[in-house]
């Protein structure tokens, strides 16, 4: 085990995930695992594991929940994952064989390969989708907005070649649910940043999301799953540049009222 290197999860409700999660975290010494509140048996499964510590945060946002539950680890270095990701035996190989590269750099980037509908996906936009999973703690926070957290790291960085595979959806209905949740949260994001939509410009943005997936980034080559990606991702851009017309509309209705 490296001795330096502690393993962060957030959790809500992930019982169908968490325990192939943990699982693959066996070679990590302390793990920290947050819950804001799960009703299912997420902290239950999680209390399973020798290596593994509970602690309980009401969820705020996710920026401020990943901080503190990197706070909360011992360790120099920080593998930080999602409830349905999972570390590749090849990854874990990569990761106890960094060596001097642990003192070179203070964050590595890693592929997630996703597995979707029976299948791995290798296109459409979704591999190799490095993500900042591996870094220092000290060098490291995470930042952003409603949506779209990520790691901001002081330093050199570098791409690992081993894959941390993703179990993303459970089914379509899964998809769907994601995605009414995250176009909510990217426009309100937007709302807040001034920026404005329309009818057409949605619907400009979905069938331009479509193309982009399916042809530019290579979808076609992903079989049925590709195409039920590229056209749900159409959705998603729809949906999220509709709903901040929405609340364009609600927003000048207020201000007529005012008048």
């Known amino acids: 085990m490296i001795s330096f290197l502690s393993a962060c999860i957030i959790t809500y409700n992930e019982e169908d995930n968490i325990r192939r ?84 750099y203070v964050g590595f980037y890693i592929p997630r390969l996703t597995f979707y509908l029976g299948k791995w996906i290798y296109h459409s936009g979704w ?39 993703h179990y993303s959806y459970k089914n379509i209905s899964d998809h769907l649910q994601f995605i009414d949740r995250y176009s909510t949260l990217a426009a309100q994001e937007k709302f807040n940043q001034n920026q404005s939509s329309g009818i057409l410009w949605a619907i400009g943005k979905s069938i331009y999301k479509f193309f982009y997936m399916y042809f530019i980034k290579l979808g076609f080559l992903d079989g049925k799953q590709g195409i039920i990606i590229a056209i749900l991702g159409a959705y998603y851009n729809f949906l999220k540049y509709i709903k901040l017309y929405e609340l364009e509309l609600n927003h000048k209705e207020k201000i007529n009222c005012l008048k």
């Open 127 to 165: 591999y190799p989708n490095y993500q900042m999973k591996l870094f220092c703690k000290s060098k490291g926070k995470f930042a952003g907005l409603l949506v779209h957290e990520k790691v901001e790291v002081a330093g050199h960085t570098k791409k690992l070649k081993s894959p941390l595979y």
């Open 21 to 104: 999660c943990l699982e693959s975290l066996s070679f990590i010494k302390e793990v920290i695992v947050l819950d804001s509140g799960s009703t299912d048996s997420t902290v239950e499964i999680a209390k399973e594991f020798s290596n593994v510590k509970c602690y309980y945060k009401a969820f705020v946002n996710y920026v401020e929940q990943k901080n503190f539950c990197m706070q909360l680890a011992s360790g120099e270095w920080i593998l930080f994952l999602d409830a349905d990701e999972v570390v590749s035996k090849e990854l874990q190989m990569e990761i106890e064989s960094l060596g001097e590269e642990w003192k070179e």
